[in-house]
């Protein structure tokens, strides 16, 4: 059974204070590591897809790294506008349907 | 705009009275999905479609039902909630063969 387990649940940074989210995989042969932003009362929206070890995606202060047991959100000198949860997924490539298996996500709070 | 739209978007109901949750998309996707959001649980699929009149179970499909008669819409079907079914939901969307989903706003279903 697929699993991903994200660390810390909720994580509280001062403005401009740097740090990484852990997201952590069992899968059965991966074929995407997802990850999503979560503002409160809307839809997750779409951040980036790994798809393999050592590969990684940036988006203006966010950074996304694969490694074959987990991958990590760097947070570069985040502002209160990073403020949301962070949740990751992945993508089995056996199971014939693709569905995404979501972890629980982790709360930032970027305070000024 | 691109969007995938949801209806309603709040609903309280009692146990056994069927609702139906509507969920249409305007970007021609062929792929489209039921996902509902607990805490501490994380996003799970209920059932998914791969094209007009293709639908398979996700995850957690007891208690839903789902039909795919036009490619723009995907509605769920609760036939007789339980309280069990109490929820935030989403409906999502995204082109075969891509990795990029689109979110819809989320219905917050409560059963009493």
């Known amino acids: 059974e697929d699993q991903v387990t994200q660390s810390p649940e909720a994580l509280r940074l001062q403005e401009g204070e740097s740090s990484s989210l852990n997201c952590s995989y069992t899968?059965?042969?991966?074929?995407?590591l997802f990850w999503y932003r979560q503002d409160p009362g809307k839809g997750p929206e779409f951040l980036f897809t790994?798809?393999?070890a050592g590969e990684e995606k940036e988006k203006e202060r966010l950074k996304a790294t694969l490694t074959k047991k987990e991958s990590f959100l760097h947070i570069t000198a985040p502002k209160p506008e990073d403020s949301a949860t962070y949740l990751c997924?992945?993508?089995?490539?056996?199971?014939?349907?693709?569905?995404?298996?979501f972890g629980s996500g982790t709360r930032l709070q970027v305070q000024p | 705009e691109a969007q995938v739209t949801q209806n309603p978007r709040y609903l309280i109901t009692v146990t056994g009275k069927k609702l139906t949750v509507t969920c249409s998309q305007n970007?021609?996707?062929?792929?489209m999905s039921w996902y509902r959001q607990d805490p501490g649980l994380g996003l799970r699929q209920i059932y998914y479609?791969?094209?007009?009149?293709?639908?398979d179970k996700g995850d957690v499909p007891e208690g839903y039902k789902v039909s795919r008669k036009e490619k723009r819409n995907f509605p769920l079907i609760l036939e007789s909630p339980s309280p069990n079914q109490t929820s935030l939901y989403f409906c999502?969307?995204?082109?075969?063969?891509?990795?990029?989903?689109?979110f819809g706003p989320g219905t917050r279903l409560t059963v009493l």
């Open positions: 999502a969307s995204r082109v075969t063969g891509t990795d990029t989903q689109y």
């Open positions: 899968v059965s042969g991966l074929r995407g």
């Open positions: 790994l798809y393999s």
């Open positions: 997924a992945v993508q089995a490539g056996d199971t014939g349907r693709r569905a995404l298996t």
């Open positions: 970007m021609n996707h062929e792929y």
């Open positions: 479609s791969m094209n007009v009149e293709v639908t």
